[in-house]
């Protein structure tokens, strides 16, 4: 199981384009700013989850949102308004993976328990703030943890949280993605509870966008320098239905509804913004309809 669950990304720096419209100079500092005042006045947030249950949630998804309208990250979210169809049953949140911006989309819309890559604990300020709304680390390097993940994300989703995984396990361009890894789903399973699945999208106007994603050589300041300079950045948070317990009997099988839920596609395309020699020009992108 820990060998298989370790996905491989073939997204490199071919696939983020040029960017299509640059803000002004001045713009970009103004932005820098606000995002860093936005994120150090996140260490208050510590104090947002001593209030009442609803009223947490509020303050913290607030808190998101103005750190991604910080970044100059408008936000779209189509379908339910919470993962959660019945408040205080868990649910697990499977999404694709596409850019460090994926975290701060997810819990504007509600904030959940994710499970991230170990390093994500490291990021300055950020990484604290995920740390506090109980993220549940996994170290790809010591895999042999991962059925200890599995029971602490069961016991969570009985508690009546919200958990989300990144359910292809790494990063792809946002132009293409990758196989559902089932692992994880594994988790819903054992407590019986529902899976979500959501699909992230960042676009430009009317053109599907690589900008955002972190990728290839990409450090997180290269990334955070991109998003910076992009103009009029959208990202779509697509929450489709639930997938009720007992649909799946296995971890594969359950994996497998959720990753055919999210391609599900409808409407009409939306054209690719062009990149520098990616290979994933040759695959219809369409809106989605929740």
Known sequence: MSHAWMPASPCGDGCVGATPAEVGRVRQV???VTAVT???CGVAIGLALLLPGKQRESAIRLWFRAVLRAFGVRLEVHGARRFQEIPERGVLVASNH???LDELAID???PIKLVAKEDIRSWPVL???ITAAGTVYLDRERLRELPRTVEELAATLRGGSAVGIHAEGTTWCGLASGRYKPALFQAALD???PVRPIVLRYRIGDHLTTQPAFIGSDTLVDSIRRVLKVKGLVVEVHVLDEIAPGRAATRR???KLAEEQSRRLTSTELEI???RGDSHRSRPVSPLVA
């Open 38 to 40: 936005a994120l150090l």
């Open 191 to 193: 407590a019986g509870v």
């Open 273 to 275: 913004a062009p990149s």
């Open 253 to 255: 099988e359950l994996a």
């Open 30 to 32: 103004w932005r820098a």
């Open 108 to 110: 504007s819309v509600q």
């Open 98 to 100: 596409v850019s460090w």
């Open 127 to 129: 990484g604290r703030i």
